[in-house]
């Protein structure tokens, strides 16, 4: 089997293929890169595996005026760029000592011993220059299938690193076929090893949890994961049933993971969000939960958010959401308050003016944007006597 893609046959790429086997060394693309290939899916990230050792990596590179950054030279990653192009060149290797989050690496001649320390057979591929396709665990049938396994034992895989757990769960989501379901060795192993996922570091667990929720549709894996007890232990308190609404309710609607994270629920605090993504979410999650027209949800929070909390309001009431409810959301994020408190004074001032004025919003608000000036005005006049 063969792969391609403007990927594999750009200039860079080929570049830094060309620098390794022309000093006589191996030089395979490995990994994301080869698996979304074969699957007709984007290529973001180029990875290469080869045995020269980090060290002769830096000096091919520097002869040939190649910038090299060692990125992860503990490990044997050295980051190459070529036309601002990234190219993560990794030696082979085995991992010796595990503890569950780092790994202490021996470096290897044998493309099959760097397979075996992998995570999935989907992710043990790799492909020559020339897009032959190099499968030493025979991991292709697995792929064409869009079966996510563990390579060997699941127990072992996961307690190299106890992020695996959160990975299955992503990788299913993502590739893996919902007619077959969840790989059942897998599942009892990640249940199992659960506790392991106390020792991550918070935002280790935060990217995963942003790369599932973006998913397609992760409803699914996050519904096993809190049937196996793993949900409560990265967002306590969360309830996944309502998520599979939500992603009904998204057809034609972009996934948004911070939509999906608000739905859920529970203690984000621990994901390790940024002030921004933090404040949106907690956002969306009050006023998802309150009792708000559509229109003052665009008033509120924008077109975007103010379409994100209908749909969250939406997904935990049953309610679907109507056209109409859509261009509320629309027109509210545009509508401007058309009091101000100068159209108040000096008939009020003080707390009479705040209150007169917090009133007629209310009203506004509640009228969808359809009470005039003049309307809130004899509204005030009307309260005042």
Known sequence: ???????????????????????????????????????????????????????RVVALADAAGIRAVPTGIDHGTITLIVDGVPHEVTTFRADVETDGRHAVVA?????????????????????????????????????????????????ARIREDYLRILRFFRFTAWYGDPGLGIDADGLAACAELADGLDGLSRERVGQEVRKL???????????????????????????????????????????????????????ADDLRLSKA????????????????????????LGPSLGRDALLI???????????????????????????????????????????ALDDALQAWLLSDGALTKDDLLRRVSNHRH
């Not at 063969?2 to 086997?21: C, H, I, M, N, S």
């Open 277 to 300: 993504e933090a404040r949106t979410t907690q956002i969306l999650a009050k006023t998802g939960r309150g009792d708000v027209r559509p229109f003052v949800f665009g008033n509120l």
């Open 313 to 355: 309001h939406s997904a935990l009431t049953g309610h679907p959401v109507a056209a109409e409810d859509l261009e509320l959301v629309a027109r509210g994020a545009v509508a401007k308050f058309p009091l101000a408190a100068a159209d108040l004074m000096p008939a009020l001032t003080g707390p009479s003016l705040g209150e």
């Open 1 to 55: 089997m063969k792969v391609g893609g403007d990927w594999l046959e750009a200039a860079p790429t080929q570049a830094v293929f060309a620098l390794l086997t022309d000093a006589g060394h191996q030089a395979l693309a490995v990994g994301g890169c080869v698996r979304n290939a074969a699957l007709d899916a984007a290529v973001t990230d180029i990875d290469l595996a080869t045995d020269a050792r980090p060290d």
């Open 107 to 155: 470096f290897s001649d044998d493309v099959a011993t760097d397979a075996a320390r992998r995570d999935f057979t989907m992710n043990a591929l790799y492909a020559r220059a020339d897009g032959t396709v190099v499968d030493p665990l025979d991991g292709l049938p697995d792929l064409r299938a869009r079966r996510v396994r563990f390579i060997g034992d699941p127990h």
């Open 213 to 267: 929720l973006s998913a397609p549709d992760p409803a699914p894996m996050v519904a096993t994961m809190e049937r196996s007890g793993i949900l409560a232990r990265i967002l306590p308190g969360a309830e996944a049933a309502p998520l599979s609404v939500l992603v009904h309710l998204e057809d034609g609607i972009e996934p948004a993971w911070i939509r999906r994270l608000a739905l859920l629920g529970g203690e």
